[in-house]
């Protein structure tokens, strides 16, 4: 069975962890839905579906909590009349997660409505342009501006909560705490005056900034969905409402029981607002990896047409553009140069620190920095089909992924607020009936106290934080989790396979050893080989004829020697370059090259020999040299407490020589692409959960069998669809990374569910009033807001901690080959 598109939306309406469960169950019971995982952090969910994406969008605003929308602005080039109009519309509407398209003729524009998430403004633009009608988008807001937006928002809804609070707090407690006040407010405007003061001021915060508790938390209440909302609205319209009967008709409540709140609520609604506040600020910061990925594609390019240069945004760049590079400038989308000669910075995506060279033919990638050198060059892929927007993606998809550990808290946080209501419930009948005189005060302040104390923003916020800033990070490692649960599943790892060509070693053979004998200069031995190597294309020929000069002799009466090596002419001097069965047979004495060839074949090289005029000259190594960072990356797992192995389809006494040149455990050697299938299943059984790391189209079956497969990021594609985690860098180095962001992501996770939870078991008996025996102390229900406030920004605040992982392996220079001299 086919597996359904995934589909993302943005959630609007979620105040707290609780809302998690009655979105996804909104969601699921859309016919044809087959999974939906919303993430509380990130306020958005992924659901898998191939049907209209606006029966998601009917469900969610039937559950309350409606999907963002977002608007696309086209520029549209070619409508001439109405029959056009309708042909723009008509595919407009046929697009995923389309609302609303509307086509003006006039202004050769379309405004087009869409689930934030489902598409692109681009990808919109490619829909009309593939109709006929070449369309580009207009610069629009990026989630960044709508994140200062929303954060804004709340400054000036907390400011204003905090004037109209200030003054009720002063009139009411003010009194209490310096009793010569309270003489004097009782003296001049009248505690009558002072209550409608308070009265005043309460009414407008409460219909003011804090009209958002009521507006959301009502509505679920009589849906009998209740969230933080509902009990904010609870708590804070409990002690309202009690001060307005206490003010304008205190008869009505027992004697000595009319006094009034208005505080309570005024100071719970400003300090929610506050930690609201603080916990936006602090989320922002978790999204820091994606907006510095997303900062490095330029906001414009310089772009050449007919015959001028002018800069245009960078949303209107689309394929087959010819753009202009100046030095020192990001490259502004993947492209191939057509004029020019530069070095480009491609560290971003490779994480390697050697600029590349370019010219005419080759490739340049989006948010690379060119060198310096100018480039004209043609755009070859845009919007959000460029490595760089790729990138994003799987960061942005790895952030709002949901872990197998998150399940069992949202369980919990779904039943949460029921219960809370519940234990207020009890609370309030508890003191009625056993507390001392006047009861119903006492009861109000701690039914108050245990509805804001026990929101559950905490418990929401524990996981997916850390996941942001977790996966966040370690793309700034070069390390991309492509699926979420990878990032868990990694830290239990026991054992990691890996594949030896291409991953533990460059992949291709060089040249890293000479010895020469008789008196020869290494520098002519391997000019001279070069030279005859040229004429062949045999992978160990090429790899003699790189180590060479860039510029080569002419070689001539050239013999190829099948199964032996090669003979020729090179600057006058007979050359002959071939195995040690040729040397014999050319009758030519090795001396001690032969003992020195038969070393470096034990550890997996391949010896050959050369003889200038009949002479021996020098045996050349050719190998498939281990990757920078290898042993460096091997050393640091062993440390971490993993078994490492090596599962390869090359010769067993090759990669017994590399395992143990590297100190690899286990060696399982000469299999087919099937074979390690069984290899890694093998392995499982014997050590637990394992990770399997490859790059080329033989190790997609390993990497789909393993229980994480990590592909290396230069590898095929094939390879890095197959993979849980790609490691952008093409060394070992990224594993170990991986496997250190993984460990230190968990450990916070549980440090974060640790202290909601908690938090929630001890205060919640506080809040109702466990301590009044021992002293007589309630708590006051603005200082259980403060509390709930500072738990969830103290659990973003750990989430941050950590941006400031460090890699767990430097990295180390490439070494050059060895010359060594008999």
């Known amino acids: 069975m086919a597996q359904k598109a995934l589909t993302e939306l943005k959630i609007t309406g979620m105040g707290c962890a609780s809302c998690v469960g009655r979105v996804e169950e909104a969601l699921r019971d ?256 978790t999204g820091a990896a994606i907006r510095k990925l997303a900062g490095l594609q330029p906001k414009s390019a310089r772009v050449e047409i007919d015959g001028r240069i002018e800069d245009r945004p960078i949303a209107e760049i689309a394929v087959g553009d010819i753009l202009h590079i100046r030095p020192g400038e990001r490259v502004p989308v993947d492209a191939e140069v057509l004029e020019g000669t530069s070095y480009v910075d491609e560290s971003m995506i490779t994480g390697e620190p050697i600029p590349v060279g370019k010219s005419a033919g080759a490739t340049v990638v989006g948010g690379t920095v060119n060198g310096t050198g100018a480039l004209r060059v043609r755009a070859t892929r845009v919007g959000g089909d460029t490595v760089l927007a790729q990138v994003v993606r799987m960061v942005q998809q790895a952030q709002g992924a949901k872990l197998p550990i998150q399940g069992l808290v949202d369980r919990i946080t779904y039943r949460f607020v029921p219960a809370v209501i519940l234990v207020a419930v009890i609370t309030v009948a508890a003191w009625l009936i056993f507390g001392p005189s006047p009861a119903l005060p006492l009861a109000l302040v701690a039914g108050v106290s245990v509805l804001i104390i026990a929101c559950p923003c905490a418990m929401g916020l524990a996981t997916p934080t850390s996941i942001m800033v977790g996966t966040g990070r370690a793309a700034e490692l070069g390390v991309l989790f492509r699926k979420g649960d990878a990032l868990q599943q990694l830290q239990q790892a026991r054992v990691i396979a890996l594949d030896k060509t291409g991953t533990l070693t460059l992949g291709r053979p060089e040249l890293d050893n000479v010895l020469t004998a008789n008196g020869f200069d290494r520098d002519e031995v391997v000019r001279l080989a070069a030279a005859l190597e040229a004429r062949s294309e045999h992978p160990i020929a090429s790899a003699i004829t790189r180590a060479g000069p860039a510029t080569l002799p002419q070689a001539t009466d050239v013999l190829s020697l099948t199964g032996l090596g090669m003979q020729g002419l090179v600057d006058g001097r007979n050359v002959l370059i071939g195995s040690h069965r040729l040397m014999q047979q050319r009758g030519i004495d090795l001396g001690a090259l032969a003992s020195e060839a038969d070393a470096r074949a034990a550890e997996g090289a391949t010896p050959l020999f050369v003889a200038l005029d009949g002479q021996a000259a020098a045996t050349l190594s050719v190998s498939d040299p281990v990757k920078p960072g290898t042993e460096e990356a091997l050393e640091r797992l062993h440390q971490m407490g993993l078994t490492v192995a090596m599962v390869t389809g090359d010769n067993a006494r090759t990669a017994q020589a590399l395992a143990d040149r590297l100190g690899i455990d286990h060696v399982t050697a000469e299999v087919l692409p099937d074979g390690k299938v069984d290899a890694i299943t093998a392995l499982r059984d014997q050590f637990g959960t394992l990770a399997f790391v490859g790059d080329g ?126």
């Not at 549209?76 to 042909?87: F, L, P, Q």
């Not at 003006?104 to 689930?115: C, E, F, I």
């Not at 219909?207 to 609205?233: C, E, H, Q, W």
């Open 30 to 285: 859309v016919p044809g839905v087959e999974t939906a995982s919303v993430n509380f952090a990130t306020k958005s969910a992924q659901v898998a579906f191939d049907g209209p994406v606006s029966a998601l969008t009917k469900a969610l605003d039937a559950a309350g909590y409606p999907a963002e929308t977002s608007r696309a602005d086209l520029i549209i080039e070619g409508m001439n009349c109405a029959s056009c109009v309708a042909k723009i519309e008509r595919a407009l509407a046929a697009s995923p997660g389309v609302i609303e398209a509307q086509v003006n003729l006039a202004t050769q524009t379309a405004a087009v409505t869409y689930a934030a998430g489902t598409t692109t403004p681009q990808a919109l633009a490619q829909v009309v342009t593939d109709t006929g009608y070449p369309a580009r988008p207009q610069a629009a807001a990026t989630p960044e501006d709508r994140a200062d937006t929303e954060t804004a928002g709340l400054t000036r809804a907390t400011l204003l909560a905090a004037a109209l609070a200030l003054p009720v707090f002063i009139l009411e407690m003010g009194g209490h705490m310096i009793p010569a006040f309270h003489h004097w407010v009782h003296a001049t405007i009248g505690t009558q005056t002072s209550q409608l003061i308070q009265f005043a001021l309460t009414t407008a915060l409460l219909l003011g900034p804090g009209r958002v508790f009521y507006r959301k938390g009502i509505p679920s209440l009589l849906r009998g969905t209740p969230d933080m909302n509902a009990l904010v609205a609870l708590g804070t319209g409990a002690a309202y409402l009690y001060s307005v009967v206490a003010t304008f008709a205190p008869g009505a409540l027992p004697v000595g029981t009319a006094n009034v709140y208005y505080e309570a609520a005024a100071v719970i609604v400003v300090l929610i607002l506050l930690g609201r506040l603080m916990e936006a600020r602090a989320k922002g910061k």
């Open 697 to 822: 189209i033989n190790d997609a079956p390993a990497l789909a069998t393993a229980d994480i497969g990590i592909a290396i990021g230069t590898g095929t594609d094939v390879a890095i669809e197959t993979a849980d985690v790609v490691l952008m860098p093409g060394d070992l180095r990224g594993v170990a990374n991986a496997t250190e962001i993984s460990r230190r992501t968990m450990r916070n996770i549980r440090q974060n569910l640790g202290w909601a939870f908690g938090y929630n078991v001890l205060l919640i008996p506080v809040a109702a009033g466990a301590l009044y025996p021992f002293g007589g102390h309630l708590l006051s229900p603005a200082l259980a807001a403060g509390a709930m406030a500072l738990s969830s920004v103290f659990v973003v605040s750990n989430a941050l901690r950590l941006r400031r992982v460090q890699a767990s392996v430097p990295e180390t220079p490439i070494p050059p080959a060895k010359e060594v001299h008999a």
